[in-house]
Structures are given as C-alpha cells and as structure tokens.
C-alpha cells in the first residue's frame, strides 16, 4: 500500500470542544516532512481551508524546493518533495485518488478516541498484503471532530504511555506521527 499522511487543520477541535480551524505551524511541516521522507510516505498534506495558511505552506515548500533552502539544506529540500498544501481532507483524497486511480482508505488517530480502533500489527500486516492507497489522518488542536472521525473507513488506537503512569498524555502531533509511522513502517 502507498502510505499518506494528512495534518488536519480543520474541522477540528478546540480545548472547549468547539469546532475550530488550528494555525498551521513551521516546526510541524518541517518534522512531518522530515518523517514522511525516512518512512518512504508517499505524500504528507497539510490540511486547512484558510488561504494565507495555505500560502504560507506553499512559500515554505517552495523555499525548500526552489529556493534557498536547496543550496542550504539539499536533504531537507528532497523530504519536502512529499509535501503538499489542501483546503480539505475531501480534496486530499481526491488528489491521491488522481494519483493513484483509487480512493485511499482513510485512517483516522488520536488521543481521545472512544470506538473500535484496529490494532498496529492488523493494519502493519495489511499494509503489507493490499494494494491501493492509504490516509492516515492526524488532527490538531484538540483532536478531529466527532463527525470527522465517523468519515473514516478505520480508526488506530491513539499513542499512549504504559498502564500505570500518572496518566499524562499530551504528545505534540509531530511526535504522535513519527511514532505510528514507525510502528506501521518501521524495521521489525
């Protein structure tokens, strides 16, 4: 399967539960590019309705595209080759489904999931076996919406510490991502 990697910067939610659309961040373009290129993703989006959020990424992968960021940094230059800008998850999936000829298969994460989640080794095993594309769908903020998350084909448990701890569990969404993409993509 073809791995993708959406950053979902709306609809989201906001401490208070309200749908809200998050600010888009350079540190997290920046690591999930880094992350996509050293686990072979085919794409990483960046997901947000707002224009000058989206003409903010578009500078930024051109910078490290086509302008000096390839003479300063070459190898980050070749990771943001993955990287893309969308107004909506729809609109990614329809980008990959003209890449690929098929719709992907949306997964959806995070830290506060409450339904049935398909365990790591299920989805690494059928990554391993199936053809076609797979999205794996990160929200900021405070996670994806409920509605959101009913979109989606499947869902992966959120990352969380071993039983037992104090029960704090406030990954950044960088670190969530590099975890599961090593979890699904990584060398056993």
Known sequence: ????????????????????????????IHDLA?????????????????????????RIIEHWQEGEGTAYNPIRGEAFTRVHVSASAEATSQDIEAKTGRRPLWVATGANLDRETIPYDALRDRIAKEDGP???????????????????????????????RDGYNHLSVRSAVSIILDRLLGDR
Do not use: K
């Open 134 to 164: 797979l999205l794996l769908l990160f929200g900021t903020g405070w996670g994806l919406t409920d509605e959101f998350i009913q979109c989606c084909d499947q869902w992966l448990p959120g990352v969380r510490a071993v039983a037992g």
């Open 34 to 58: 880094r992350a996509s290129r050293t686990y072979d993703v085919r794409g990483m989006y960046i997901v947000t309705p707002l224009e000058q959020q989206c003409s903010l990424v578009s």
């Open 1 to 28: 399967m073809d791995i993708y990697v959406a950053l979902v910067h709306h609809p989201v939610r906001n401490r208070n539960g309200d749908v809200v659309t998050t600010a888009v961040t350079n540190l997290d």
